[in-house]
């Protein structure tokens, strides 16, 4: 934990910079606050709280776009609860929790079922096994990449003019890496100039044509 | 041995002393000057900011052998003499293409003292992906961030000082069609030269991502200094990403048992493993990321994002029912632009080189070496020179097609019908290049990046019909046919229908499997500036120029010697052509003469003129030149028309099955070189050779006895 931790600083250190963000004091020590904590989950005052309690004062907003940031970089997850209240909560802390995976967009979602784990300790006694931990994921498709229909869209189902975002692309190891090479990687946002013919797509100001055999291959959504 | 040769002893810690680069491949020690490499994405205008820079140049020079791409030019800039390089476009040092290895193969080894990374202003985030990987190497980088007028026009307004600062790079805004700025980047060329700073850079990656690299950089450390060329975490991230030729040139895993390959491989998993996606993607997502995160903090204004006039050019041009007939008419207005305006000028040359062989006719003595200079020289070269206003005329319409933007969607929209023929859309551009000359073509297909599509197109390109057989089509079509653009379209389209007909050939018999896939970027319309398009053609007419005065001039005395030696014996009194058949031209003719009987070519001269045209195929005209004016020196050159009129073997058909014959048989020398070269065996040219003789003869055969049979002849 502490090299990551030591590196995960240096990390954000020179985002920070390249974000003009000047003072990264103030920074490192919410980072630490959050990474050392005790609990799983931490309100945004919980945190404020942790931070001066270093010697150092900070804002709140600078917390929120703190957190925001680790929450990009997957390191942690806003939980909104019932009640309208932030919770920032560790990704892969050991607490107990099972996972529904999407295969194609790789989100994961958390889930708690009481019946389920009394189901599962039913069925390992009733073997006379004695458990102790247990994993289990459910894979599949999650609601953003299964819509409605259940019609999975590639790049040849979109007309010309609608703006998408890359859910996969694609092909061999060599080509998928031309295709991010150019910017076509999960999660980027492109636009169809043209769909007769080649597939003519806008990344920013640039443009690419692509086979329609390639676009079959782009997931979008 | 240090290949630098004054910089190094300067006080601030100069960019060698960090990497030890003790084991330089080259053995020569010639001091050499300070290198700058012109790098950057295709299109950003690498090409048209070096030859503005060259134009200060002493020196314009090609380079050898596998390296002919790369063009650099020795300027002098305050003082110091500077070797420029300009090089193909990349969009990544992590490429496999053939033809942007050139680069990558280029800075790594050579490591050039400075990169000047050209950048696309109105397309950012992609030059600074490109950018951020020359930092990640730790290269002294200054940039210049081209296309400024159309990032103005565009309404980005991107903040130059900051991005500077943020990258610890130095930016100069360019125009390099217009020379803006130029001055600026020289200054900071020359002051870069004089203290070459590497900036302090280190791609921020995800923690998991950093322990592998950490875990790996001490195995390299361990090994032999191979690695030592390159900063060792960038060494095993590359690894890491699998980048198979570093991993080749460290020759990782090279012996059964290799800890760091092994190592390597468990690393690659276990980011797979975490993040779901192949570790080469992940960084060129989190580089993307990064180069995006820079943007967003320069650019003040993000312009409009409707479609552009480029996008609604393209909806018309590129859709599927105007796209292709379009294409083709411009394709044939080409041929027919490159055939009507240059018959003017043409007739102009012939005038001259007409008065040039009348005036030495009336001045020199008679005798041989009067018969050889006016017959063998002058009416040789002079036979091949009449045809540079077409080979110019045909350059530049290509040039114009290239620099507006066009061919690259030409490319896509060939794309369907090339990939049911068994090539690809990419294999379409080396095709273009091909109607000019056959050489650079071959070269061209190395942007096809699977070894197959390549092959096949470096095998069916020669069926273009390259600026070189023009000539013979435009002799043989103006002697023998009123109407010349629609014979002349039909030759060529006979070229493409048979390139496609081997094609389909060559995929079913001997390459089979699967077609890459098409991507290619599209660069926005522009119109083509008048210099970059008479450079462009005037740097293949020079290379037609240079030809004829070498080879062809050379092959014409030799033709020459052949067609006047041996004579025929004294004693006999035979006078004029007929002693021709006593010379050994007439000799080895006599020997393919029944040979091209059945294809309506049976003249020994047709032989004598078509195995000289193995050279280069320009050559047939220079030669029919020579033969037909042995004996008969009081014409003027340009009277080669006529005296082919006055031969009784030429026919239109015969004249047909002649072109039809000089389109398909083996090409010509310098082609067979270059195939030799680029596909890496003997094998290929064999059966090219083999190939298209037997093909060019089947087919003329077809024509001359399909062409009798109907009543042609
Ligand atoms: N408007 C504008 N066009 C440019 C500029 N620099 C290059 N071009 C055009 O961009 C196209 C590509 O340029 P080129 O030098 O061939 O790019 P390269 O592929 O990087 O070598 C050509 O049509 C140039 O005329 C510039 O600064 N402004
Ligand atoms: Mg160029
Ligand atoms: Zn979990
Ligand atoms: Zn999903």
Known sequence: MNRALAALEEHFAMTFVAEGIADTREHRAILRAFCNADSPHLTLEELLDRVRAQGVETKPDTARSVMARLCEYGLAREVRTDDGQILYEHLHLDQHHDHLICTRCKRVMNFHDERLEELKEVVATNRHFHPLRHRLEIYGLCDRCLPAGGIVRTLLDVAAGERVRVVSAGGGRRFSQRLADLGLVPNSEIQVINNTGPIIVALGNSRVALGRGVAAKIVVR | MNLRPTQSDSASSPPESRYNLGESDCPIPVPRPFTVALAGTPNCGKTTLFNRISHLRHKVANYP????????????????????????????????????????????????????????????????????????????????????????????????????????????????????????????????????????????????????????????????????????????????????????????????????????????????????????????????????????????????????????????????????????????????????????????????????????????????????????????????????????????????????????????????????????????????????????????????????????????????????????????????????????????????????????????????????????????YRLPTLRSVLLHAWDHAWMYLKKAGTVILLLSVVVWFLSTYPRPPKTSDVRGPAALRYTVAGTVGSLIEPVLRP?????????????????????????????????????????????????????????????????????????????????????WVALEIAYTTTLAYTVALIVYQGGKLLGWG
Request: a neutral charge; glycine letters at 8%.
């Open chain 2, 65 to 524: 052998g596998a390296t002919v791409e790369k063009r650099s030019a020795i300027v002098r800039l305050g003082g110091r003499e500077m070797e420029i390089v300009d090089l193909p476009g990349i969009y990544s040092l992590g490429t496999e293409s053939q033809d942007e290895l050139v680069t990558r193969e280029f800075c790594l080894r050579q490591r050039p003292d400075l990169i000047l990374a050209v950048l696309d202003a109105t397309n950012l985030e992609r030059g600074l992906y490109l950018l951020l990987q020359w930092l990640e190497l730790g290269f002294p980088v200054l940039a210049a961030l081209n296309l400024w007028d159309e990032a103005q026009a565009l309404g980005l307004r991107i903040r130059v000082e900051r991005l500077s600062q943020l990258l610890g790079v130095h930016i100069i805004p360019t125009v390099a069609r217009t020379g803006e700025g130029l001055g600026a980047l020289l200054k900071a060329l020359e002051e870069a030269a004089r203290n070459p700073a590497v900036p302090a850079f280190h791609l921020p990656l995800e923690p998991p991502v950093e322990d592998e690299v950490a875990r790996l950089v001490p195995l390299l450390e361990q090994r032999d200094g191979s690695a030592n060329r390159y900063p060792l975490d960038w060494v095993a991230l590359k690894l890491l990403e699998g980048d198979s030729a570093l991993a080749g040139e460290l020759r990782v895993g090279g012996e059964a048992d290799d800890l760091l390959a092994r190592e390597i491989e468990a690393g690659a998993n276990r980011l797979r493993a975490l993040y779901g996606q192949p570790p080469a993607i992940l960084l060129s997502a989190r580089r993307h990321e990064y180069a995006r995160d820079l943007v967003r903090q320069v650019v003040a204004v993000v312009p409009r994002r409707g479609p552009t006039r480029s996008d609604r050019i393209d909806r018309l041009l590129v859709s599927t029912w105007f796209g292709l007939p379009f294409f083709l008419v411009v394709t044939y207005l080409v041929f027919e632009f490159a055939f009507t305006v240059g018959r003017a000028p043409m007739a102009w040359i012939e005038a001259g080189v007409g008065a040039l062989s009348a005036a030495l006719m009336s001045m020199l003595p008679p005798g041989v070496l009067r018969s050889l200079i006016v017959d063998g020289v002058v009416g040789g070269v002079g036979g091949v020179i009449v045809f540079l206003p077409n080979i110019l005329l045909l350059f530049i319409a290509m040039a114009i097609l290239e620099d507006s933007g066009y061919m690259a969607r030409g490319a896509a929209i060939m794309d369907r019908l090339m990939s049911r023929v068994g090539l690809h859309g990419k294999s379409f551009i080396p095709m273009m290049i091909g109607f000019g000359c056959n050489v650079p073509a071959i070269m061209a297909a190395r942007t096809l990046e699977n070894r197959r599509d390549r092959l096949i197109t470096m095998l069916v390109l020669p069926m273009m019909s390259c600026g070189a057989r023009l000539p013979v089509y435009v002799l043989f079509i103006s002697a023998f046919f009123t109407r010349g653009a629609p014979v002349l379209f039909s030759i060529y389209l006979l070229g493409i229908f048979m390139a496609v007909i081997s094609a389909l050939v060559l995929r079913r018999i001997v390459f089979r499997g699967g077609r890459t896939p098409f991507v290619l970027e599209l660069p926005p």
């Open chain 2, 599 to 683: 294809i309506g070519l049976g003249d020994w001269k047709v032989g004598v003129a078509l195995v000289s045209g193995f050279a280069a195929k320009e050559v047939v005209v220079a030669s029919f030149a020579t033969l037909y004016n042995v004996g008969e020196a009081a014409e003027r050159s340009s009277a080669l028309r006529d005296a082919l009129r006055r031969d009784p073997l030429w026919t239109p058909l015969s004249a047909y099955a002649l072109m039809v014959f000089v389109l398909l048989y083996i090409p010509c020398l310098p082609a067979m070189v270059m195939l030799r070269r680029e596909s890496g065996s003997r094998k």
